[in-house]
């Protein structure tokens, strides 16, 4: 499970729900990743809007994605909170218009988003 986060402030009064929620996940056998995209309110990276990037947080997840070890990852699922659920829907139309190719190990399993 990847999850896509929300944006600065909101970032910040979630945290400790979606860190709860993490932990209850991976308690029920599930892997769940939280990145920490550039500019989302926790990278090093300068916060606000000068900063943020929607294509760029796109491609970060993307990649994040793809590079999983295909033994380790029986499916994929987004998800997403406020902003991020809007970025969970983006990644994974962007998962699905990749060549095949590129993410053969994903194909035989479906990239849900919630």
């Given at each position: 499970?990847?999850?896509?986060p929300p944006f600065?402030?909101?970032?910040?009064?979630?945290?400790?729900?979606?860190?709860?929620?993490?932990?209850?996940?991976?308690?029920?056998?599930?892997?769940?990743?939280?990145?920490?995209?550039?500019?989302?309110?926790?990278?090093?990276?300068?916060?606000?809007?000068?900063?943020?990037?929607?294509?760029?947080?796109?491609?970060?997840?993307?990649?994040?994605?793809?590079?999983?070890?295909p033994q380790t990852?029986?499916?994929?699922?987004?998800?997403?909170?406020?902003?991020?659920?809007?970025?969970?829907?983006?990644?994974?139309?962007?998962?699905?218009?990749?060549?095949?190719?590129?993410?053969?190990?994903?194909?035989?399993?479906?990239?849900?988003?919630?």
């Open positions: 499970m990847v999850f896509c600065g402030e909101e970032l910040n009064k979630s945290r400790a729900l979606v860190a709860d929620q993490a932990r209850r996940l991976c308690a029920l056998g599930y892997g769940v990743f939280l990145p920490d995209l550039h500019c989302t309110g926790d990278s090093p990276h300068d916060l606000g809007a000068s900063c943020a990037d929607w294509t760029g947080w796109v491609e970060q997840l993307t990649s994040v994605i793809v590079g999983f070890e990852v029986e499916s994929i699922t987004l998800w997403g909170l406020r902003l991020g659920a809007l970025l969970a829907l983006d990644v994974h139309q962007k998962l699905h218009s990749l060549d095949p190719v590129s993410y053969t190990h994903l194909r035989a399993h479906e990239t849900d988003s919630y």
